[in-house]
């Protein structure tokens, strides 16, 4: 099992590590080994690292509140688990030119225009898209779960398939990397 800590991913990621700190101390567990003041740098697996890049997109990019983020991570991680989302492994599935792609819809029902979000309140819609290799395929839903609301909302979509990639080839990349340890000896 390959682990990365919290600087090298902000690094790997480009954001700041003050930023990765937060998100991972609002959406993860307590660290195992230690708190603040430890002595010890948490390490992140690839279902912490897929889990804090999600929430992260969810509240820097969709401006959701971080109640409403752990929200719809708890709701949609049983689905995220089944699908193979959760674990970093050689899925072509996932990963290969000719895998599926996935996008996960976030329905959020609003106070008006231009008014925050009603708290708690989501539906979701997971969708299969064809590879792009393929031709006259439609696109499937595989999960759907919350009643879409019938007055004002807000779809929010995120590509679940990309955020993979990503945060998997972030990890491969810095297994290759030789760390700060070896490059000093």
Known sequence: MLY?????????????????????????????????????CRQYSFRDIFIVALAGHLVADFKLAVPDARKVLDDIRPWLKDAGFMEMAPNRQLLGHDASRYRLRIVARTAGVGRPVDAGCFAYLAVQLPPESSEGKDRQVVWSAGERPAE???????????LYRWCSRALENLRRKPSRHQATS
């Open 4 to 40: 990365a800590t919290g600087r090298e991913l902000a690094e790997a990621f480009g954001i700041k590590i003050s930023r990765w700190k937060r998100w991972s101390r609002q959406f993860l567990p307590p660290d195992p080994l230690g708190g603040y003041q430890s002595g010890y």
């Open 152 to 162: 004002l909302h807000i779809t929010r979509t995120v590509h679940l398939t990309r």
